[in-house]
């Protein structure tokens, strides 16, 4: 905690220095060292406490995140960090940032499951003085409300899947299903517009579309939902939120009998260790990246809110694509 430590000296202890005539260390004592005994003095200590609300534990994506802001905000770079994860629960997530506000944290960062409702309990930051950097998602709330933002441009990934969807299956008439992420959070509400503006006037037509909450399991039930009511024949292309959701998806066609990636062609978004790898196996046909390592930005931009430094208040992190050759060249040298 960024605070200022009052310590008093005992008195009786003081008092038994100046009597041995030296202090504990052994060396000589004035008369004004023992003068300050009974009295208050200050230390400081640069260690930062910063309340980190994480949504949860949905994906592989997400664990890599947890990962890199526990390694930024170590002990050793000068931080003592409150972890919470909210199983994606926005009502959950909303009370942790109050106990963090309650406790007094030097910093919030946030994590937001979904965009909206975070209003009140940001201005309540403000009010406390606690500066709140959001990372990954962005919310709706006005900007004047936290100090800073650092993620991904989850329309423009959108955008990148669907074109590489519209060059895909060209003029062939295309029945798409969509695995939603979580309702109402910012990457599946702007993966989904930049994706759907990427295929505007072309052959692919989304028959359905329903939310796998960025899971391995929600991708595969309603991805088994789709086979039975569409039958795999009925069904050329998944566009799935993230690798996961598609990961699930790949189960659940594999167990209908048909071959994921050939008879029904896959494309997500994230590009962690276990997507990359079914892309390299041919199970998934295109990858959108999503870099996950976000807490070293994350740490610097506490840090320079604490200082009251300015802060470039919006700070995207590069993204890269991957066809199936591309991502078996370069599976084995990724981080995440
Ligand atoms: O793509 C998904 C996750 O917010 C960018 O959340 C993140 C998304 C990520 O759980 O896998």
Redesign the pocket.
């Known amino acids: 905690m960024r605070k200022k430590f009052l310590s008093t000296i005992a008195f009786a202890g003081a008092a038994a220095l100046t009597m041995a005539g030296c202090s504990s260390d052994g060396e000589a004592e004035t008369p004004d060292d023992a003068a300050t005994g009974g009295t208050e003095t200050e230390e400081t200590s640069d260690m930062l406490t910063v309340g980190f609300a994480q ?2 534990a ?5 664990s890599a ?1 947890t990962e890199s802001m526990q390694e930024a905000f170590s002990e050793e770079n000068g931080f003592e960090l409150v972890f919470n994860a909210a199983d994606n629960d926005p009502a959950a997530q909303i009370s942790a940032v109050r106990n963090f506000i309650n406790q007094g944290v030097d910093a919030i960062v946030i ?1 937001p499951v979904v965009e909206d409702g975070w209003d009140d309990v940001l201005q309540e930051a403000q009010d406390a003085g606690i500066p709140v950097i959001l990372e ?2 962005t919310v709706t709330a006005s900007p004047d409300l936290y100090a800073a933002w650092v ?2 441009d ?1 329309k423009a ?1 959108g955008v990148k899947a669907g074109e590489w969807a519209v060059e895909e299956f060209g003029d062939e008439p295309t029945n798409m299903v969509v695995l939603e ?2 309702t109402g ?3 599946a509400n702007d ?1 989904a517009e930049g994706f759907n503006e990427a295929i505007e006037g072309s052959s692919i037509e989304t028959i359905d579309s329903q939310t796998g909450d ?2 391995r399991d929600g991708g595969r039930s309603v991805m088994e939902g789709y086979i039975s009511n569409y039958g795999v024949d009925g069904i050329d292309l998944v566009y799935a ?5 598609g990961l699930g998806a790949i189960e659940a066609i594999e167990a209908a009998g048909a071959v994921p990636g050939e008879d029904i062609k896959i494309v997500t ?2 590009a ?1 260790k276990d997507g990359m790898q079914a892309l390299v196996d041919g199970k998934i046909n295109f990858i959108v990246e ?1 870099n ?1 390592m976000l807490g070293e930005k994350a740490a610097e931009l506490v840090r320079a809110a604490v200082n009251g430094d300015d802060l470039e208040p919006v700070n995207y992190v590069e993204d890269q694509s991957f066809t199936q050759e591309q991502a078996a060249e370069v599976i084995d040298s990724r981080a995440y």
């Open positions: 949504t949860g949905e994906s592989g994506w997400r995140n994590a990954d998602r993620g991904l989850f990934e992420g979580t959070s910012a990457p993966r960025f899971t939120h993230n690798d996961d959701m978004i994230d962690v999503c996950p």
